[in-house]
């Protein structure tokens, strides 16, 4: 006898209770294996074949493609298993269990993104009996929080392939077709200490980083300069200047220096480009002070988005919910499902406005609009 799965709302209630947070901050991080290990049971009580991708050098993390029907083509249906920590202390009730009230769902990972997970479930369901012209795949990765190291996994493994893919993150089942990237990179500048009052005792690591500050302001007018985008609230590419350590003294030449800046590049920009250009900029400011300057990445970045065909899947999604493809201003998984092949759009239920806050919830009234739409998707791409 095949079992079947349980409806979305207890699939969301066991993938809430099923602690799945991710950290650049080790005391914090946690496993995402439950969370796999729920979604692998119920896909492949549905007839789904399932593989669970191990994540190099994580040992606590994996990525789940599961796949109905076969073939090349089809679609793509992907969220990300883990959550942001949180506050307990901040929420009016406990965030790993799925409280109702005011019709809303709320918990931790409801909106962003457990509950897109359970919805492509229960859209699945209705296609478990007929044969799929193109295959569907549900997809679900790892540490999309962190250093979206289950987004890059599936790059280096060129899987899954598909014509399409939806990422379901919180848009308010609005389609969206770009997003800026995302880097933060630090300077650090070793330079020499030496007492205060005969600057030829040491090597300035303070008088170093005013000129790095100087060359970057120079370098983000003419970023500014030379891109725009229309389509973001704030149209051009941003550098912000995030925090800065160094010295000890007033009396004594400061030895050393570190800063810490976010880049946000708009679609067209390159991440490798800009921190080959930051680094060649910077190079000569070494030698003229003195000190050992370096330049680093503080996680690997996400690249800008942009999803440049208006008639495939952006006019089918525009068509299906009456709105316009917008962008966001948050990043996502997209360029890496993007560089995979897919014609990609990230939309799903619930608001970003209620991600990553205390009492995070996902509105009743989103649900069934939900399946319903990812049922339509599915038609049109599966069938
Ligand atoms: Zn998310």
């Given at each position: 006898m095949s079992r079947t799965p349980p409806d979305a709302l207890a699939m969301l209630r066991e993938l809430i209770a099923s602690p799945s947070i991710s950290s650049t901050t080790a005391e914090w991080d946690q496993s995402n294996l439950k969370v796999i290990e729920l979604l692998h049971t119920w896909l492949e009580e549905l007839g789904f074949s399932c593989e669970v991708m191990p994540i190099p050098h994580q040992p606590t993390k994996a990525n789940l493609i599961a796949t109905l029907g076969t073939g090349p083509g089809g679609l793509v249906l992907s969220g990300h298993t883990d959550t942001v920590p949180c506050d307990p202390e901040l929420w009016r009730t406990d965030p790993f269990r799925v409280s109702e009230r005011d019709q809303r769902l709320y918990g931790l990972g409801t909106c962003d993104m457990k509950g897109f997970l359970a919805l492509a479930i229960e859209a699945a369901k209705s296609f478990v009996d007929q044969p799929l012209q193109q295959p569907l795949i549900i997809l679900a990765t790892a540490d999309e929080e962190s250093a979206m190291s289950g987004a890059r996994a599936l790059v280096d493994a060129g899987r899954p392939k598909a014509r399409a893919a939806v990422i379901?993150?919180?848009?308010?089942l609005k389609p969206i077709n770009m997003h800026k990237g995302i880097m933060m990179e630090a300077v650090r500048i070793e330079g020499r200490s030496g007492?205060?009052?005969?600057?030829?005792l040491g090597a300035n690591a303070l008088d170093a980083m005013h000129q790095v500050l100087n060359e970057l302001s120079n370098f983000r007018n003419e970023l500014k300069a030379k891109h725009r985008n229309s389509d973001f609230r704030v149209d051009f590419p941003t550098l912000n200047f995030g925090c800065i350590h160094g010295g000890d003294n007033p009396n004594r030449i400061c030895g050393q220096c570190e800063m810490e800046f976010d880049l946000r590049p708009l679609p067209g920009m390159s991440v490798d480009g800009l921190r080959n250009a930051i680094g060649e900029r910077l190079a000569p400011l070494g030698a003229q002070f003195g000190v050992e300057l370096t330049t680093r990445p503080l996680f690997p970045g996400i690249p800008p988005f942009q999803?440049?065909?208006?008639?495939?899947l952006v006019a089918l999604a525009e068509k299906l919910t009456g709105h316009r493809a917008q962008a966001v201003a948050f990043g996502t998984e997209a360029p890496f499902l993007q560089q995979l092949g897919m014609d990609t759009i990230v939309m799903g239920p619930g608001s970003i406005d209620q991600a990553?806050?205390?009492?995070e919830y996902l509105a009743l009234d989103q649900l069934q609009p939900t399946i319903d739409i990812l049922k339509q998707l599915i038609t049109r791409y599966c069938l």
């Open positions: 379901g993150e919180p848009t308010s007492h205060s009052s005969d600057p030829s999803n440049p065909d208006n008639e495939g990553h806050q205390p009492d």
